[in-house]
């Protein structure tokens, strides 16, 4: 089957560093995204993983891992503008191309 | 300029009813998609498109019919609406549907059946 887990829901102070964590079990994997989502917003990209390793993009990078199934996302020098929803998706890659989402991680950041 | 839009925002209806969603994007894209968000905010895709093509269709109620009159829109028709329809519906496009090309989302449709 095709699954992704994440934590519900994670809490910091304005000023830390968040990281959301991401398993999968995809089959025809080929790379894991992140996408953030406000309330009532579009999702809108943020990252993606085709190699293993960290991808670094201003103040948030991704993680993979292909041996361990294994992503994360981390956030550095949280905003307050940074609660908001955060998805991993893993894209899937057989007959055609397709991202499978994960349940989604709320962040709500605390001045 | 908006790339990709939406309409209607809100749609309110009466189960039973028909009702259509309209998708277009301004980006030049080849691929676009459809995907359903429901009460849990789970993100599931339904359709995609390139070039006019249908390429997936996820197991989906035949009562929703995608329609792509030409590679910048693609429209949702769907029949008989029942109450497990309500969601946010989401259209979505990328420069050619490779997998790792970055999708954009269109601002949702919140559809509400009564």
């Known amino acids: 089957g095709q699954s992704l887990e994440q934590p519900s829901e994670v809490t910091a102070v304005e000023g830390a560093i968040v990281q959301i964590n991401c398993t999968y079990q995809t089959s025809g994997f080929y790379g894991l995204s992140w996408y953030q989502q406000h309330d009532g917003g579009a999702p809108t990209f943020l990252s993606y993983?085709?190699?293993?390793g960290l991808e670094e993009t201003g103040r948030f990078s991704s993680f993979l891992s292909r041996s361990d199934s294994y992503g994360y996302l981390l956030l550095q020098e949280l905003q307050m503008k940074d609660s908001a929803s955060y998805f991993c998706a893993s894209l899937r890659g057989d007959s055609s191309y397709k991202l499978i989402f994960g349940s989604g991680t709320r962040l709500l950041v605390r001045p | 300029d908006t790339a990709v839009s939406q309409t209607p925002k809100y749609l309110v209806t009466q189960m039973g009813n028909d009702k259509s969603i309209k998708c277009e994007q301004n980006l030049g894209h080849d691929t676009m998609y459809w995907y359903k968000q429901d009460s849990k905010k789970f993100l599931k895709i339904m359709f995609s498109y390139n070039n006019k093509e249908l390429i997936i269709n996820e197991t989906v109620p035949n009562r929703f019919s995608p329609k792509s009159p030409d590679k910048a829109h693609l429209n949702l028709h769907i029949n008989s609406l029942e109450l497990g329809d309500s969601a946010v519906y989401f259209c979505a496009s990328s420069q050619d549907g490779s997998g790792e090309d970055t999708q954009y989302f269109g601002p949702g449709t919140r559809l509400t059946v009564l």
């Open positions: 993983n085709g190699l293993d």
